[in-house]
């Protein structure tokens, strides 16, 4: 039997996780749920209804597990634990700093509903947090570095969006070469996030609007861009469209350290990826969390879990022999 899907919140990420679902056999979509009119959608999937988020809880027993596909700033810390209390879900939260107050917000609402809530899905977190916990217990004398980009950053780019007077906008994030050069050499220097990526901001405004002001709630913005060397660049509508009309990213994750009795030989592990499309990829992985939580649930679990909680075979469409007999 398939695993049924809905996503909640039809922009990039959510057609990401559409298309996804499509080139999976085992996972499909239910319903697509929207804070806007049903239907101005045009989903890809043949026969599948658009449906007012205000209907949620209409089809508490006709979904498996519902993705929520809106943005960390202000959407997932209401709507994840909300939802949690009718579904099974999944997230793609990442305000690494706030993912604890998150997990406990969504653990209570599941353990109450007895659902499984999975959070801060995607690549980071998500597989760069698996790379950085198999790196750390593989070299326990050694030191992480994590570097984003050169992409544009989805949450990044919400965020600045909902600032008052801003029409649309892009953030790249940038890896400073130096540091990143210096790590692969074994240094392990001492890095600021600072030292580590820029932030290259570019904006449409609205007509009339107090740029400085923009730019100023920009570069303050705490957990996004304040503790970040930061520059903004305000553009037309046009320009946007023509020049930043993608969504590409990627970044590494490594891991220098020593091994020996006298930690004589350096060692490094990298993981790092490369993306045409940052939410089409991060899509993917929360269709796959959400072939886990759905095993989850069905094997009598609750609560909030993370990818870290995840056995590896939970997130593979293949059974057990298959995954001994092609990947072990």
Known sequence: MKTRIAILGYGNLGRGVEAAIAQNDDLELAAVFTRRD????????PGVPAVSASELAAWKDRVDVLILCG????????????????????????THK????????????????????????GWDPGLFSLARVYAGAVLPQGKDETFWGR???????????????????????????????????????ELT????????????????????????E?????????????????????????DHAGLPHGGSVLRGGVTGFDREHKQTIEFSLKLD????????????????????????QSGCKTILDLPPALLSPLSPEELRAHCL
Not at 38 to 45: D, E, M, V, W, Y
Not at 193 to 216: N, P, Q, T, W
Not at 226 to 231: A, I, L, M, P, V
Not at 277 to 300: D, I, K, M, Y
């Open 218 to 242: 920009i570069k303050t913005m705490p957990y996004y861009f304040d503790e970040y060397d930061t520059s903004v660049s305000f553009i037309s509508a046009e320009e946007l469209a023509r």
């Open 277 to 300: 499309s940052n939410p089409e990829f991060t899509g993917s992985v929360l269709a796959a969390c959400a072939r886990a939580v759905h095993r989850l649930q069905q094997a009598g």
């Open 151 to 189: 992409g544009v950053s989805q949450g990044h780019s919400d965020a600045i969006r909902r600032i008052e007077g801003v029409v649309d906008a892009r953030e790249y994030t940038v890896p400073v070469q130096a540091a990143v050069d210096a790590v692969r050499r074994g240094e392990q220097p």
């Open 38 to 45: 049903p239907a101005s959608l045009k989903l890809h999937t």
């Open 193 to 216: 996030v600072r030292d580590k990526h820029l932030r290259e901001c570019y904006v449409v405004a609205a007509e009339g609007a107090d740029k400085a002001r923009i730019e100023r």
């Open 98 to 121: 706030k993912i604890p107050q998150h997990f406990a917000a969504v653990d209570a609402a599941a353990k109450a509903a007895g659902t499984v809530g999975l959070i801060s899905c």
């Open 71 to 94: 943005g960390s700033a202000t959407d997932l810390p209401v709507q994840t634990p909300l939802c949690a209390s009718m579904f099974n879900v999944v997230d793609s939260y990442d």
